[in-house]
């Protein structure tokens, strides 16, 4: 079953001052590529992990390359085969080999194990993220986790009030759902939700501005889902459609496998959902695990959203698997857009291709600013990214949309509603424009900790 995020995210948390006493690329002996230590994380929600990035122009072949800490006898051996891209970033989970200490060094060495590349020291654990400032060149500074992804350097974004009303009212009858209710997704007048302990939801108005489960074709209690060939029970998170709706499919992101619960599994999950069985076996599986950065087993994808490749073009999207602007045609059959995931525990938002063939594509990683990404939401008549944290950032929100470099950047930031108390919301959703009113329309959130029986909140924001 899923695990209490509050005290787990604790020490990540913990406001506090470091001294940085050395960060230096050696002189002597220094190899011919460009390739530095970039961010380091000693403690927190993600285990001991150093990121390696390349500042040239060329790939960079890093096989046989050792990390190590403050002691000679630490090893990390880098697999054969790691090639780091132009401007490509590269996290190393570390923690099997050695623990990173509250006061140690990472080290980066050639594959002989004496000719050092790179160094970095501190004297306090990393709060939550160590992060050159820029990236490859800077000084290390305290940051926001972006293993992976570019490193946050950009400062604090201060939220503005809610654009919208501050009310928030409850949108379900009490004790529906329970706990664990997750990502949202409006199809008109069905309301889709994971249930992070195997279930998806289709709900239906109830007459009174919310919802309520729908009661035909076997929904009543939610439907349980497995991976393909009816295995396990995801730990689904987010929930999405393509531009075909529900009769293409329900999307789950999904982190692990409940009844495995210490091993990550991060995969995308298809659910055809006509017909009346109570349990869904998921179609097809895109397991994104060995792609992405290591984080803990019940830190992973959280939030999912679709955007159409006719958006991403018109808006001069760029590819960063190629570093031109972004072809569809340079995929085969996929599903008309692009999977937009983010990682709880890193705060990271990465986009994926995601091919009827069962391959994927990376083609953007995207930094929030956040600690953490609980949901994602493309809001189509604004063409703006919705990414949403939970209770961990007390609900800020930020909308993200493609700058003049073709990249995703953060556009605003905002807190939550006034009226609605500090919540572990990890589902947020939109209403279509038709559902505008008086320059108003409704947004939901649930409430993973189902806070007094209700795990709907139904809210408004400008049109």
């Not at 190590?68 to 970033?89: E, F, M, N, R």
């Not at 993220?129 to 290390?140: L, N």
């Not at 994927?360 to 930094?367: D, H, K, L, Q, Y």
């Not at 800020?396 to 556009?411: E, I, K, L, N």
Request: a negative charge.
């Amino acid at each position: 079953m899923p695990e209490p995020r509050r005290l787990r995210r604790c020490l990540a948390l913990v406001a506090g001052t470091a001294l940085v006493f050395s960060a230096s690329t050696a002189a002597h002996a220094a190899p011919a590529v460009d390739v530095h230590l970039n961010e380091v994380v000693t403690t927190g929600d993600v285990d001991d992990s150093i990121e390696l990035y390349n500042g040239g122009s060329t790939a960079a072949d890093v096989s046989g390359w050792i990390l190590k800490d403050d002691k000679d006898s630490s090893k990390y051996k880098i697999a054969a085969g790691t090639v780091l891209a132009p401007g490509g970033y590269r996290a190393f989970d570390v923690h099997d080999q050695f623990g990173l200490g509250s006061e140690d060094q990472a080290r980066l060495y050639l594959a002989d194990g004496r000719t050092l590349v790179d160094s970095f020291g501190w004297k306090e654990h990393s709060d939550p993220s160590w992060s050159r400032c820029p990236d490859g060149t800077g000084a290390f500074t305290q940051a926001p986790l972006t293993l992976g992804a570019a490193n946050s350097c950009g400062g604090t974004v201060n939220p503005r009030a809610w654009p919208g009303a501050g009310s928030v009212t409850t949108a379900d009858a009490a004790d529906v759902f329970g706990e664990n209710l997750s990502g949202l997704y409006q199809e008109g007048g069905v309301l889709w939700a994971a249930q992070n302990s195997g279930k998806v939801w289709r709900l239906v108005p109830d007459g009174s501005g919310g919802w309520k489960p729908d009661t035909a074709s076997g929904w009543g209690s939610g439907k349980k889902i497995h991976y393909p060939g009816g295995s396990g029970t995801p730990d689904d998170e987010g929930i999405t459609l393509t531009g075909a709706g529900s009769a293409g499919g329900v999307y789950t992101s999904n982190e692990r496998d409940n009844d495995h619960g210490g091993t990550s599994r991060l995969s995308v999950l298809r659910y055809d959902v006509g017909g009346a069985a109570t349990t869904l076996s998921a179609a097809k599986e895109w397991n994104l695990t060995g792609d992405l950065p290591p984080v803990g087993a019940n830190l992973g994808l959280e939030g999912v959203t679709w955007i159409p490749d006719s958006a991403l073009t018109s808006a001069g999207f760029k590819d960063s698997s190629t570093g031109a602007a972004y072809d569809p045609a340079r995929y085969p059959a996929h599903t008309g857009g692009v999977f937009f995931v983010g990682v709880e525990g890193t705060g990271t938002v990465y986009g994926y291709v995601l091919q009827d063939s069962g391959a994927f594509a990376r083609v953007a990683t995207i930094g929030s600013g956040m600690p953490g990404v609980m949901e994602l939401q493309w809001e189509p008549q604004t063409s703006r990214l919705w990414v949403v944290c939970d209770n961990t950032c007390h609900g800020q929100h930020r909308t993200m949309q493609v700058d003049a470099s073709g990249a995703f950047a953060v556009t605003a930031a905002y807190q939550r509603p006034s009226g609605m108390p500090d919540y572990n919301n990890e589902g947020f959703s939109l209403a279509p424009a038709g559902e505008c009113t008086g320059g108003a329309k409704p947004v939901y959130w649930s409430d993973d900790d189902n806070d007094g029986g209700h795990a709907l909140r139904k809210g408004s924001i400008g049109c």
